[in-house]
């Protein structure tokens, strides 16, 4: 079956440090990437996405993601967290052949927790 | 401009009681999504409509049924709740089912059912 797999549960890492949330995905044909943020008690929110051309996409709150096809991967990235970026973090994948009725494959999530 | 809203934010059902979520949108968006979240399972898809007047299975249907009330509502229904029912659930919705469409989610439900 096809899936999106997150490598990590769970990343803690300190304030104003890098940080990296690891995604692959299992497809061989094309798909569109999503990250979304779950901030505590509240629903999701987009982070960026990935749906066609350059390979480095940019996204809200400083956040950016790398699309690379021969890994499969889409791995999230920021180069100096903030407390306030303490929240769950979800992958996402749709397009062939995952697509029914624009359903969207999600990873099982990553929390990241950043300590003053 | 509210977005995706959902009622209610809580709720607590004994086995085999029943309820109705509701989800509504006001972004004129086409489709809508009903999603449960789980602990170490992401989100899984229960039911979509793709536009109003058409609903269709996700991956885990079993146990609800779901109504597009008009382009605006999209409710889903537990008829006789299960512990296994127990999961926050999510609405979103999106311009349309091409799979290059941004969802938009509510707040989330959180059932609890003893």
């Known amino acids: 079956a096809q899936s999106v797999t997150q490598l990590d549960s769970q990343v803690p890492v300190f304030e104003e440090a890098p940080v990296e949330l690891r995604c692959n995905y299992s497809?061989?044909?094309?798909?569109?990437l999503f990250w979304y943020v779950q901030y505590p008690n509240q629903g999701l929110q987009l982070l960026l996405k990935y749906l066609s051309g350059s390979t480095l996409v940019k996204g809200i709150n400083g956040f950016e993601a790398e699309f690379n096809k021969s890994q499969t991967s889409f791995h999230l990235r920021k180069p100096s967290v903030h407390i306030s970026d303490t929240a769950e973090y979800f992958c996402?994948?749709?397009?062939?052949?995952?697509?029914?009725?624009?359903?969207?494959?999600f990873g099982q999530g990553t929390e990241l927790s950043v300590k003053p | 401009n509210a977005g995706v809203t959902q009622t209610p934010k809580f709720q607590v059902l004994k086995t085999g009681q029943s309820m109705t979520l509701q989800c509504a949108q006001d972004?004129?968006?086409?489709?809508m999504y009903w999603y449960r979240q789980d602990p170490g399972m992401g989100l899984r898809l229960i039911y979509y409509s793709a536009s109003e007047g058409t609903t269709d299975k996700g991956e885990v249907p079993n146990g609800y049924n779901v109504s597009r009330l008009n382009k605006r509502e999209f409710s889903l229904r537990l008829e006789s709740a299960a512990p296994s029912q127990t999961s926050v659930y999510f609405c979103a919705s999106s311009k349309g089912t091409e799979p290059y469409n941004e969802q938009f989610f509510g707040p989330g439900t959180r059932l609890t059912v003893l």
């Open positions: 972004m004129n968006h086409n489709s």
């Open positions: 497809s061989s044909v094309s798909v569109y």
């Open positions: 996402a994948v749709s397009g062939s052949p995952y697509n029914q009725g624009g359903k969207l494959i």
